[in-house]
C-alpha cells in the first residue's frame, strides 16, 4: 500500500508541475506584450525589447536608427 501511494503522490506532483508550467508560461507572455514594448527616439517606432538597441541610455528600433542618431 505505501508503495502504491507513493506512486500515485508522483503522479499528481508531475500532473500538477505540468498545469502550473503551462500557467506560468501564459503570464510571462502576458507580461511581455504589456510593457516590454519600446519607444524608437528617432522614428517614435515601437519596437519589442528583443528587437530594440540599447545604446547611451536611449532606446533604437534599429541600427539605422543607431547610426542615425550617431
Ligand atoms: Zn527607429
Same mark, same amino acid.
Given at each position: 500500500?505505501?508503495?502504491?501511494?507513493?506512486?500515485?503522490?508522483?503522479?499528481?506532483?508531475?500532473?500538477?508541475?505540468?498545469?502550473?508550467?503551462?500557467?506560468?508560461? *501564459? *503570464?510571462?507572455?502576458?507580461?511581455?506584450?504589456?510593457?516590454?514594448?519600446?519607444?524608437?527616439?528617432? =522614428?517614435?517606432?515601437?519596437?519589442?525589447?528583443?528587437?530594440?538597441?540599447?545604446? *547611451? #541610455?536611449?532606446?533604437? =528600433?534599429?541600427?539605422? =536608427?543607431?547610426?542615425?542618431? #550617431?
Amino acid at each position: 500500500m505505501g508503495r502504491l501511494l507513493i506512486v500515485l503522490l508522483v503522479v499528481v506532483l508531475i500532473w500538477f508541475l505540468f498545469f502550473r508550467k503551462k500557467k506560468v508560461k *501564459n *503570464n510571462i507572455n502576458k507580461n511581455i506584450e504589456s510593457f516590454d514594448m519600446i519607444e524608437c527616439q528617432i =522614428c517614435k517606432n515601437f519596437v519589442s525589447q528583443d528587437e530594440a538597441i540599447f545604446s *547611451n #541610455g536611449r532606446w533604437y =528600433c534599429s541600427k539605422e =536608427c543607431l547610426i542615425n542618431k #550617431g
